[in-house]
């Protein structure tokens, strides 16, 4: 694949994996009961890890719609495949919790997300 399409395809693959990390963590921040199992009760701790999610999620969106405006292929493969690795760890946490969604959806992203990369990576300059 040329770099153009291949830059194309990583960019839309990432950009859309970031916003979906980051609007995950607003919607934590907003209402932290929309990320609890079933029956929980919000608190301050519920309040403090959604602030850690944003923590990490919202400054990786930041970079990579830079990383993409700017058309930086190696940042863009480097914060494309540590977003994979998140959502692979996300995946984790759906399996933990024993919610089918949050454990595919994570899977299959993340899937797509290293696929990305290595399309970018293998790309023709």
Request: aromatic content about 12%; charged content about 10%; some cysteine.
């Given at each position: 694949?040329?770099?153009?399409?291949?830059?194309?395809?990583?960019?839309?693959?990432?950009?859309?994996?970031?916003?979906?990390?980051?609007?995950?963590?607003?919607?934590?921040?907003?209402?932290?009961?929309?990320?609890?199992?079933?029956?929980?009760?919000?608190?301050?701790?519920?309040?403090?890890?959604?602030?850690?999610a944003a923590a990490r999620s919202i400054p990786l969106a930041v970079f990579v719609l830079v990383s993409i405006f700017m058309r930086f292929?190696?940042?863009?493969?480097?914060?494309?495949?540590?977003?994979?690795?998140?959502?692979?760890?996300?995946?984790?946490?759906?399996?933990?919790?024993?919610?089918?969604?949050?454990?595919?959806?994570?899977f299959a992203l993340g899937c797509l997300q290293l696929y990305a990369?290595?399309?970018?990576?293998?790309?023709?300059?």
């Amino acid at each position: 694949m040329q770099f153009r399409n291949a830059m194309r395809f990583a960019s839309l693959v990432t950009g859309f994996n970031v916003l979906v990390l980051a609007s995950i963590a607003v919607v934590g921040l907003v209402n932290p009961l929309m990320m609890l199992p079933v029956g929980s009760v919000a608190n301050d701790a519920a309040f403090t890890f959604a602030i850690y999610a944003a923590a990490r999620s919202i400054p990786l969106a930041v970079f990579v719609l830079v990383s993409i405006f700017m058309r930086f292929g190696r940042m863009l493969t480097v914060l494309g495949f540590l977003a994979g690795i998140i959502q692979f760890a996300d995946m984790w946490v759906g399996i933990y919790e024993g919610d089918l969604g949050k454990t595919i959806g994570p899977f299959a992203l993340g899937c797509l997300q290293l696929y990305a990369v290595w399309v970018l990576q293998h790309s023709k300059r």
